[in-house]
């Protein structure tokens, strides 16, 4: 073990020693007070005024399992474990068993199944068919754009680009996820890319807020810093068209004569006036916001997703009709893509601090408030460690190899989990697996094993918890189809038909 690694596994003994209890009297209690809790639920039956969706990318629920022992031991409860409803949701999309992050948003936001990869539009449109995607028939209706029609006011903050796949089915139709900006559309496409549809279309240029990074997708030839670079890999979308639609933004909101505010960094969001605001863009990024614990805390850096979620909701309450939001932590699924379980853990802790700042700033009496996933993603945690021990700690030796192996290894990975599978020794023979006891297992970027390489890990395709809170929330209660959020949410606040 490496010093830092000491001092965090003495610090981790030192909180959960007190929790170790056996006795017969520690259980009782448990159970009890869970008891007394479940036998004082009532269905909340008022109209649900303002509805806040959290959406955890790729937090399947061992993630969560992950997170609460993490942070507390495996007795722990995370704020949204405490709400009074909850269900499953099945993730499978039109055409896939194992979903993307397109269709899913689709399927949560519009109501319906649609063919991965897809933006907003329903499964008639094939992946890549801009003429199919241009039909008005095809064009679904967001949840977002349903509280506009209600009038009420409606946002989004997320950690990812705001043209990126969870977050663009609230505003875009687009047969693509991958066409966040005009250059990667097909040449001479008649289908406008999906930055342009949210700073010019209808519902995007009506949303009171929009917060995360993606400024290259918006603005033409942007230029990056250190801390803050460009990127031109094949994953992301790079604006070159002469257009600057964070200055189209502006103009759009003057000429209407609203009250606008457009925020890049921390100071400008601490110094944000909520009263002169009615429409908020902050973007903080070229690309995605970064991992929390890399993050830039000082003035010039990006602001943390609670952040994010306390300024959305001060701008959003002052609408008396009420409001929708919808809050992704995306970080945690690009962590686990790469194989990085520690940071996709701390990625799911700093969404439920989100979480907590959204339920003290919030009634449960008119406020619905949503935690649930997109998909999962193909961790486990297995191996009998004893109770107590570290979630990112070796859990025994194999009885085949006698290698050690950690609690938490991935089905899939990346040519980095690979590595600790095969390597080659001194003479170049292949030797069976790297022994992680060798390794800082507790470091952010130690990469679990995976069983099967692949370009990164790949999403899993089992159910994912919904947690709710507040009006009707008691629409979970059991397996569901995942597009029946949309119907549950349009229920409860009295959105469309
Ligand atoms: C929304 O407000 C407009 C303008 O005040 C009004 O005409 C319309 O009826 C309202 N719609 C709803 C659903 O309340
Ligand atoms: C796109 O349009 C231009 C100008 O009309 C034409 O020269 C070019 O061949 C077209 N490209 C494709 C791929 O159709
Ligand atoms: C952006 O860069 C491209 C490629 O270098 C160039 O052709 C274009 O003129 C530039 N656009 C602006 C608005 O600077
Ligand atoms: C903002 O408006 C609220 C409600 O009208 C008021 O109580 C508060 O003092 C105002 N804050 C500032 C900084 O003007
Ligand atoms: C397995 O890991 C444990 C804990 O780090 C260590 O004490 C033990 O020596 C390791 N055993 C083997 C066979 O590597
Ligand atoms: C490499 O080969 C030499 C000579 O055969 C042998 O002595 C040594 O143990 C081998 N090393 C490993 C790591 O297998
Ligand atoms: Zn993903």
């Given amino acids: 073990m490496r010093p ?7 610090a981790f003994i030192v909180t959960v020693r007190s929790a170790l209890r056996t ?3 520690f259980w009782t209690d448990l159970a009890r007070n869970e008891l007394e809790e479940a036998l004082k639920v009532k269905w909340n039956l008022n109209p649900a005024k303002n509805v806040i969706l959290f959406v955890g990318d790729g937090m399947g629920p061992n993630t969560v399992t992950a997170a609460r022992i993490y942070k507390g031991g495996e007795s722990h409860r995370l704020v949204y474990e ?9 993730t499978y999309s039109a055409n896939k068993m194992v979903p993307d992050s397109a269709c899913t948003a689709t399927a949560m936001f519009s109501g319906v199944k649609v063919n991965q990869d897809t933006i907003g539009v329903d499964a008639s449109v094939p992946h890549r068919d801009c003429e199919a995607s241009l039909q008005s028939e095809a064009r679904l209706k967001s949840l977002a754009a349903l509280a506009l029609e209600a009038n009420k006011s409606a946002g989004f903050v997320t950690t990812m680009r705001v043209t990126h796949a969870t977050p663009s089915p609230l505003y875009a139709h687009s047969a693509s996820r991958s066409w966040e900006c005009e250059a990667s559309l097909p040449d001479n496409s008649s289908c406008k890319d999906i930055a342009r549809q949210l700073v010019e279309d209808w519902p995007g240029r009506d949303l009171q807020v929009i917060m995360g990074g993606g400024r290259q997708q918006l603005v033409s030839n942007a230029t990056g810093t250190e801390h803050d670079p460009i990127s031109l890999s094949p994953w992301t979308c790079y604006r ?3 257009r600057n639609l964070i200055e189209q933004y502006k103009t759009d909101k003057s000429t209407r004569g609203l009250k606008h505010s457009v925020i890049m960094n921390n100071k400008e ?17 070229n690309e995605h916001l970064s991992y929390e614990h890399e993050r830039n805390k000082g003035p010039e850096g990006m602001p943390s997703l609670s952040e994010m979620v306390g300024a959305a909701i001060k701008v959003l309450q002052k609408n008396k009709n009420g409001y929708f939001l919808m809050v992704e932590g995306g970080n945690l699924d690009m962590a686990h893509h790469r194989g990085w379980a520690k940071i996709a853990v701390n990625e799911a802790l700093a969404m439920e601090e989100a979480v907590q700042l959204a339920a003290d700033m919030t009634d449960a009496e008119d406020t619905l408030l949503i935690v649930t996933s997109d998909h999962t993603h193909s961790m486990s945690i297995n191996g009998y460690p004893d109770r107590g021990s570290s979630i990112f700690g070796i859990a025994q030796p194999s009885s085949h190899d006698k290698i050690n192996y950690t609690t938490l290894s991935y089905a899939t990975g990346g040519p980095g989990s690979f590595q600790y599978y095969v390597h080659t020794d001194a003479n170049g023979s292949r030797v069976m697996r790297r022994d992680p006891s060798e390794d800082d297992t507790e470091d952010y970027k130690y990469t679990q094993v995976a069983g099967i390489q692949l370009v990164e890990n790949y999403h899993g395709g089992g159910d994912v918890t919904v947690y709710a809170r507040g009006p009707y929330s008691h629409l979970f209660h059991n397996v569901h189809e995942q597009h029946y959020v949309f119907h549950a949410i349009s229920h409860a606040a009295k959105l469309g038909a």
């Avoid at 969001?269 to 990024?285: K, P, Q, W």
């Fill in 240 to 242: 070159q068209d002469g």
């Fill in 4 to 10: 830092r690694s000491i001092l965090a596994f003495c």
């Fill in 82 to 90: 405490k709400f009074p409803h909850m269900g499953l949701l099945k």
């Fill in 269 to 285: 969001l601490a110094e944000l006036d909520v009263n002169n605001t009615d429409y908020l863009l902050g973007i903080f990024s």
């Fill in 23 to 25: 006795d017969r009297q």
